[in-house]
C-alpha cells in the first residue's frame, strides 16, 4: 500500500510538473526566439525592441527619455529615463492602438539602477474614446464615469515599509472606485497580491523586485462584458511568476470603449510625491523588449 501510495504521488508529481511546463511555455513569446518576428503575430498590437535607432513608433514623448546601447536587455539598445531632484519629474513615452482591445496585455524587460530608491507613478494601460485619445489623462482625484478608465502597474514603497524600489501593485481608475475619505478625493485604488480583492500594502505575499538587473514584468486588464456587470479583472507577473490576479471590477458602461493605450511613464519628485522624504538626487530606469498583445506573451525566450 505505501509503494503504491508513493508511485501515486510520484505520478502526481509528475503530471504537476509537466502542467507547469506548458503553462510557462504556453505564453505568445515562447513561438518567437528572441522575439525575432513576435511583432508579425495577429494577436500582437505594438511592439518596441529600440533596434531602431529612433523613438518613431512613439506618439507622444516628454522628458529626458534616450536611447542608450549602454547593457540593453537584448540586442544592441534600450532606452533610459533618469529622474533628477530639481531639474525634472521624469520622463514618458506614451503609444495609443486605436481601436484598442476588451483584453490587453503588455510585457516589458525593465531594470532600475542599483541605488534607486522610489517613483511616484509608473507603466499604465488605459481605454479611451476613439474620438478623444486623451480622455483618460489628467483625471487625478476624479472618479470615472464609465467612459474611460486605466490602471499602473507600479512598486509602491508602504510610506517606508518595503525596500526599494517598492512591492509591485496596481493603481487604478474605474467606475466602482473607492473614495479616499481624508481627502473626499478618487485616487486611484491599489490592489495588491494575489488577490481576487485588493489585498493590504506590505502583505507576507508582497512581491518586491531587485534592483540593477534586468527583470520581465507583465501585466493584463480585461474589460467588463457589460455596463452592469462587475466582471472584469487584471493581473500582474514579475519573471513568468503570477504575483497577483485581481477580480470582481466593472471599468466602464460604454461597450464600445476598448482598451488602446500603453503609457511607458517614470514618474515623480512632483509636490504631491509621497515618497519625498525619500528623495535622491537622480535615479533612473531602463525600459527594451515592449510587447502589447490580446493574450498572455511571457518572457523573451531562447536568452
Known amino acids: 500500500m505505501r509503494q503504491r501510495l508513493h508511485w501515486v504521488m510520484a505520478l502526481s508529481l509528475a503530471m504537476w510538473c509537466v502542467g507547469a511546463q506548458v503553462e510557462v511555455q504556453s505564453g505568445l513569446a515562447a513561438k518567437y526566439a528572441e522575439d525575432a518576428g513576435i511583432e508579425k503575430d495577429a494577436a500582437v498590437l ?5 533596434e531602431s535607432g529612433d523613438l518613431k513608433k512613439w506618439e507622444d514623448q516628454k522628458g529626458p527619455v534616450a536611447l542608450t546601447q549602454e547593457d540593453p536587455h537584448a540586442g544592441k539598445a534600450c532606452v533610459a529615463m533618469p529622474m533628477t531632484r530639481g531639474k525634472d ?3 514618458h513615452l506614451i503609444k495609443w492602438f486605436m481601436p484598442g482591445a476588451e483584453a490587453v496585455y503588455v510585457r516589458f524587460y525593465v531594470k532600475f539602477s542599483a541605488d534607486y530608491q522610489y517613483a511616484h507613478h509608473f507603466v499604465w494601460l488605459g481605454a479611451n474614446p476613439r474620438n478623444n485619445r486623451w480622455h483618460a489623462f489628467g483625471k487625478a482625484g476624479l472618479k470615472p464615469d464609465g467612459t474611460y478608465f486605466s490602471t499602473g502597474m507600479e ?7 518595503n525596500s526599494p524600489p517598492g512591492e509591485v501593485s496596481f493603481y487604478s481608475y474605474y467606475m466602482d472606485m473607492e473614495m479616499d475619505a481624508k481627502m473626499n478625493k478618487y485616487w486611484g485604488n491599489s490592489f495588491f497580491p494575489p488577490g481576487p480583492g485588493k489585498g493590504k500594502a506590505a502583505g507576507a505575499q508582497r512581491v518586491i523586485p531587485s534592483l540593477g538587473r534586468w527583470q520581465c514584468w507583465e501585466f493584463m486588464m480585461q474589460a467588463n462584458s457589460a455596463s452592469d456587470k462587475a466582471d472584469g479583472k487584471q493581473a500582474m507577473w514579475v519573471d513568468d511568476k503570477l504575483a497577483g490576479e485581481f477580480t470582481g471590477i466593472r471599468w466602464r458602461k460604454d461597450m464600445e470603449l476598448k482598451i488602446n493605450t500603453l503609457w511607458m511613464e517614470h514618474y515623480g519628485y512632483d ?6 522624504p525619500f528623495w535622491k538626487d537622480r535615479q533612473t530606469v531602463w525600459f527594451d523588449d515592449i510587447v502589447v498583445a490580446k493574450q498572455y506573451i511571457g518572457p523573451m525566450r531562447g536568452r
Open 46 to 50: 505594438f511592439s518596441e525592441d529600440f
Open 89 to 91: 519629474r521624469g520622463g
Open 155 to 161: 512598486p509602491w514603497f508602504a510610506w517606508g515599509k
Open 271 to 276: 509636490d504631491g510625491d509621497p515618497t519625498r
